[in-house]
């Protein structure tokens, strides 16, 4: 009897630890009024790695801006056109405000392939030909010491894999790669001053943690609170663009995001509905186990 009872409480347990992570990651640093984008190497990276950001972030009390920008149609399968439509539907399931945020690429320097390595260097033109602000301009009075205005970009915040891709393909390497190369060539020149676009990348886990699903939400917050990384603020005696030295900057040291029983099924539902044409036999079972598809946790990149 008391077997049974075991059985019976052992998942109500895991589930009642699930939604109270859920509940308390809400109360955690997050961003707010932020333009942000999400960067992808295919349709459906959205859905299948970083659906809990996009529901958390995209919440309308929050005031964000996201993006999502997508660098290849994922076409090895001769899919590309599909993909795409596929990609944009996902995304307004997954909170965007519109169609017109999901941009996607199609372009041979970025070809579609689990061993194909990404130029860091193209990787990073596409992100300043979107991104940056041109060098007109950059000189303004009253900004700084003799009217410096600073590196500046159109985004405040840019979402990428970590340099482990999550899955290790080598698409999702080189955009870290492209990123921080994007990010360190726009502070080339401004030393001691606070590059504009804070980078957060998607925490690679091991195998286990990758396929234990919700229970990875506990040890994910547990883990956070054990590194002290769930700080509202941090001291940053670089410059901003504003010229003011030693300022206070909000920039979380990490973001976790958990999701609730429903946002689960929306991500989900992102897969299944949206990219139907994806929807192979290990694809079902990532959406049933995987833990990215419930929880994220993402660290800040230091740029200099």
Not at 47 to 68: D, E, R, S, V, W
Not at 197 to 226: F, Q
Not at 266 to 286: D, I, L, P, V
């Amino acid at each position: 009897m008391s077997l049974l009872l075991s059985a019976l409480l052992f998942p109500l347990l895991l589930t009642t630890l699930w939604l109270y992570t859920s509940y308390q990651t809400r109360t955690l640093p997050t961003l707010r009024s932020k333009r942000i984008c999400l960067l992808i190497a295919h349709p459906d990276d959205e859905a299948m790695f970083f659906a809990p950001t996009l529901l958390a972030l995209t919440a309308p009390h929050l005031g964000n801006h996201i993006k999502i920008l997508c660098l290849s149609t994922g076409d090895q399968d001769g899919l590309g056109s599909i993909r795409q439509k596929e990609l944009v539907r996902s995304a307004e399931m997954l909170g965007l405000r519109r169609k017109e945020d999901v941009f996607v690429i199609d372009d041979p320097r970025f070809r579609d392939g689990m061993g194909v390595v990404w130029e860091k260097g193209e990787v990073a033109r596409v992100l300043g030909e979107a991104f940056g602000v041109s060098a007109k301009g950059k000189q303004r009075e009253g900004k700084g010491e003799g009217g410096e205005r600073g590196p500046e970009a159109t985004i405040d915040v840019i979402l990428t894999f970590d340099r482990g891709g999550v899955s290790g393909h080598a698409n999702h390497v080189s955009l870290y790669h492209g990123a921080r190369a994007w990010l360190e060539g726009l502070m080339k020149g401004w030393e001691g001053w606070r590059c504009p676009v804070e980078m957060y990348t998607l925490t690679s886990t091991n195998i286990v943690r990758k396929y234990i699903s919700a229970l990875d939400a506990p040890l994910s917050m547990l883990l956070g609170v054990l590194e002290g990384v769930f700080k509202a603020e941090r001291k940053d005696v670089r410059r901003s663009s504003e010229g003011r030295e030693g300022a206070t900057h909000a920039a979380p040291e990490k973001l976790l995001f958990v999701s609730n029983v429903a946002q689960y099924r929306t991500a989900q539902k992102a897969m299944t509905h949206g990219h139907k044409s994806q929807m192979r036999w290990f694809r079902w079972g990532w959406i049933g186990v995987g833990r990215y598809v419930v929880v994220n946790d993402l660290k800040r990149e230091l740029i200099r």
